[in-house]
């Protein structure tokens, strides 16, 4: 692409939004965004969207938005989550951006959504103090953290394999990594692991998906095994359960936590979406609430309409994350969910709308390996 | 207890005559609720209780076979099916109800559906099946000499039970299955679907009124798909043939309960697909609204795809959303559920996005999401079943549908087409894929009564064939 004086500009604002974003999320510990704050930079951050991605505002123009129209994060047009698989949404083109791939969709690999992340210091920014203060919290020592999910590198289109990688860079002690490769999860090397840390008492942090640690659950039942893992330890489950695998997540930690030796509260679900870069957490094991950082705000939609609903009731979720500077801030998914003043019930994905997600490439592993 | 081993809408048992629980004291019930909230039971029979009323349909299969003239049967099944599609009838008034409440349907789009399936429901279109099937009515009662082979005689009767699993939501079709299975003299254990569970025990009802040994050949319950109750595996072993209507799991589920002697004969998911050749009249994208808005796109007689030869398809699909917006005018449409609101935003999202660059597609539908037309210049065959919702797709040649449909032979039950040019031609591909009707578009949704569905006969494989060669 030619750099005309526009493009330069257009590159120069972005990049000071995105340093800028990175600095506040960086500099975060906790604490609440105003609703003023959120509105300014979201209406900045849609000004420049608006600006850069042809489709995005072809979209927006369609529907009668414009960046002189948007007085706050509720009148941004969201994407549907169906846009992914048609139109790359990106703002600029930069060396070292990412690709994500969403998991596939019942029509198959072709039908899978994308997602370029342009300002891969801004991800990694958006997902690290989160991780602190949801995860860790206020655990003193960095643990040693196991990933069940093949490294970014192997994968190569996963957003939750880069986002592990990176928690691992960023947090675990020496000897963190992944216990996953192409072929599978490596349960002795896991388990191992394990051991040496409940010998040593070096907390763990165990990080993959629902699916895999089910089958994790299943194999410790198998064998017998049992472990007693050291206070400050957490298990962290992604995806939920998806891809109609009848899998329950609450039993399924029932059974497990005992197996480790933790109790619910070091069990934290993580939800995320390839069409997301900010994460959202719930401690517990009983479909928990989740909270995220304030640069990510979702509101709850009536599915005919997609008017606002009261807190309280059940509707499409519409999320707002500045983190996606690089694509569009505003995504509109196909899962049910509510809010409260606990925070957000993620209630699955709506029934009509065909599987897919994380757990489904890791069940397809998974059903590899057993069959293998 | 005295009622039909069936379904109770909002807790009140059916006040009928029909077969009686055995055992019902201690009965416990599957539940679910229809689209507009009502409640519906059904009884969870144990082994025993499947059994015993196995035995009661059976027993009165066989008494009705020597009480009853093939005519006497016809005459009332054809009376009791005709009265759920009477709107000066209490029954049909109740049948209108029914559909309303069970799918969420305007009463205008229930009395069309019912008054759409009751033209295969009178003497003479039964009569025309059967007429157009094996020839010759008596043969479903007596030996009949065989015209073809001197010296033969021939009777044809089905097994004294059928078990019939309906896993659609198609309105009508169990109704039209206990028919067919009363004229082959058979008893009829049926599991209806469970959007529409009601029609078919109204039709028993109704029967009972007329005639209750007839009415007693019809046990019919309902279950939720994922359950496999002790019914399921009962009526599978006790039947002579099995019948299934619905996808893939279903016929999964039902070959692991069923003995491997016992015959199943399956009715799969398939799609109706229309075709505008290239000098069809400007009037055809109207009809095409209206095969689509039939029976609430329910049926796979109601076309999901429409492939245009020769003409621009966005704009071809501005007359084909004229059409839904008049049809929705016509006939309300239902609600949207939740699930396919999201899916239907979803489907429109992708076709609006796909053109998004080239303006190569058009999104037309109201906001409420009752209808939607997705017009995509190129060809493609995506779609998805949804409510009133069809997509349209540009097409060079009728050569070039061929190669893109080849994937889906065996799986497309009807064309629906306007234009002559090429018409030939489309009707040979149609026969290579096993299509089972191909006709004029504003047709699709009304097939006449001997249809051969799913290209298949309908009558014929409820039959077990007898040939007598005496001593000449």
């Not at chain 2, 019948?243 to 009715?267: C, M, N």
């Amino acid at each position: 692409m030619s750099m005309t004086p526009r493009n330069a500009d257009l590159r120069t604002r972005l990049t000071a939004i995105t340093t800028d974003l990175a600095e506040q999320f960086q500099a975060w510990r906790g604490e609440a965004w105003s609703d003023a704050r959120f509105d300014e930079l979201a209406c900045r951050v849609f000004a420049l969207q608006f600006e850069a991605s042809a489709p995005y505002r072809k979209y927006c123009v369609s529907r009668g938005a414009d960046p002189g129209r948007i007085t706050g994060w509720r009148d941004i047009p969201p994407v549907p989550t169906a846009a992914f698989r048609r139109v790359d949404f990106r703002t600029a083109h930069n060396a070292g951006e990412l690709l994500f791939l969403t998991s596939g969709t019942t029509r198959g690999l072709d039908a899978r959504g994308r997602h370029i992340i342009p300002f891969a210091e801004l991800y990694r920014a958006s997902l690290r103090e989160p991780f602190r203060y949801f995860v860790l919290r206020e655990r003193n020592t960095d643990p040693l953290l196991l990933s069940l999910v093949p490294p970014f590198a192997m994968s190569g289109d996963s957003s939750l394999g880069w986002m592990l990688d990176d928690l691992i860079d960023g947090f675990g002690m020496p000897g963190s990594r992944s216990v996953a490769d192409e072929s599978g999860i490596d349960w002795q090397l896991l388990e191992s692991a394990c051991r040496s840390a409940e010998q040593e008492e070096i907390p763990v942090c165990l990080m993959g998906t629902t699916v895999a640690f089910s089958g994790w659950t299943n194999r410790l039942q198998r064998e017998g095994t049992r472990f007693s893992l050291p206070s400050g330890s957490v298990l962290m489950d992604t995806g939920g359960v998806k891809g109609g695998s009848g899998l329950n997540r609450t039993r399924m930690l029932s059974s497990l936590l005992p197996l480790l030796g933790l109790d619910s509260a070091q069990a934290v679900n993580e939800f995320g979406m390839t069409e997301l870069l900010s994460q959202m957490y719930g401690c517990g094991i009983e479909n928990p609430p989740l909270a995220g950082p304030p640069w990510l705000r979702t509101q709850v939609l009536d599915p005919v309409s997609l008017e606002p609903r009261p807190d309280g009731s059940e509707g499409i979720l519409c999320h707002f994350d500045l983190a996606n500077v690089g694509s569009v801030i505003g995504v509109l998914t196909e899962d049910r969910g509510r809010i409260s003043s606990e925070g957000l019930t993620w209630l699955g994905r709506s029934p009509g709308a065909p599987p897919r997600g994380c757990s489904l490439a890791t069940a397809e592993l998974l059903a590899v390996q057993e069959n293998g | 207890m005295w009622h039909l081993p069936g379904l109770e809408l909002d807790g009140t048992p059916p006040e009928t005559a029909g077969i009686p629980i055995p055992d019902s004291s201690d009965l416990d019930w599957h539940e679910t609720s229809t689209a507009s909230g009502h409640q519906v039971r059904a009884p969870r029979l144990s082994d025993r209780q499947a059994s015993l009323v196995a035995e009661s349909v059976r027993g009165a299969a066989l008494d009705a076979r020597s009480a009853r003239t093939h005519f006497e049967v016809l005459h009332a099944i054809s009376s009791a099916a005709l009265r759920l599609s009477d709107p000066f009838d209490n029954m049909g008034r109740e049948a209108e109800l029914l559909l309303s409440s069970e799918l969420g349907w305007s009463s205008e789009a229930a009395r069309e559906a019912l008054a759409g399936m009751s033209r295969e429901w009178t003497e003479h279109a039964l009569s025309a099946l059967v007429e157009s099937e094996i020839g010759n009515s008596s043969l479903l009662e007596q030996f009949v000499p065989d015209p073809t082979r001197s010296g033969r005689l021939r009777m044809a009767v089905g097994p004294p039970l059928v078990f019939q699993v309906h896993a659609g939501n198609v309105p009508g079709v169990p109704v039209t299955g206990a028919i067919l299975a009363l004229l082959a003299r058979s008893g009829v254990l049926a599991k209806t679907g469970a959007e529409e569970p009601g029609l078919l025990p109204l039709f028993a009802r109704a029967l009972g009124e007329i005639d209750p040994l007839l009415a007693a050949c019809v046990a019919v319950t309902w279950w939720p798909g994922e359950d496999s109750p002790a019914a399921f595996a009962r009526w599978g072993k006790e039947a002579g043939k099995v019948f299934v209507y619905g996808g893939d799991s279903t016929v999964r589920a039902v070959r692991r309960q069923i003995p491997p002697e016992v015959e199943l004969i399956v009715y799969g998911p398939r799609v109706g697909l229309a075709v505008f050749l290239p000098d069809a009249p400007v009037d055809a994208a109207a009809l095409l609204a209206r095969d689509v808005c039939a029976y609430e796109q329910r049926g796979c007689v109601s076309p999901r795809i429409a492939f245009v030869i020769g003409a621009d398809p966005l704009v071809l699909s501005d007359r084909v959303a004229a059409g839904m917006e008049a049809e929705a005018a016509r006939v309300t449409p239902p609600a949207v559920s939740e699930a396919e609101a999201v899916a239907l935003r979803s489907a429109r999202a992708e076709c609006e996005f796909a053109g998004l660059e080239d303006g190569s597609t058009r999104v037309s539908g109201p906001s409420d999401l009752s209808w939607t037309v997705l017009a995509h210049r190129d060809s493609g065959v995506d779609s998805v079943a949804l409510p009133r919702a069809v997509w349209v797709y540009g097409i060079s040649s009728i050569e070039s549908l061929e190669t893109l449909l080849g994937p889906f032979e065996g799986r497309i039950q009807s064309i629906g087409y306007a234009g002559r040019k090429g018409e030939d031609d489309l009707a040979r591909l149609a026969a290579r894929l096993g299509v089972s009707r191909i006709c004029a578009l504003g047709d699709m949704a009304w097939p006449p009564p001997d249809w051969r569905h799913e290209g298949r006969h309908r009558l014929l494989p409820l039959l077990r064939w007898t040939d007598w060669e005496p001593r000449p």
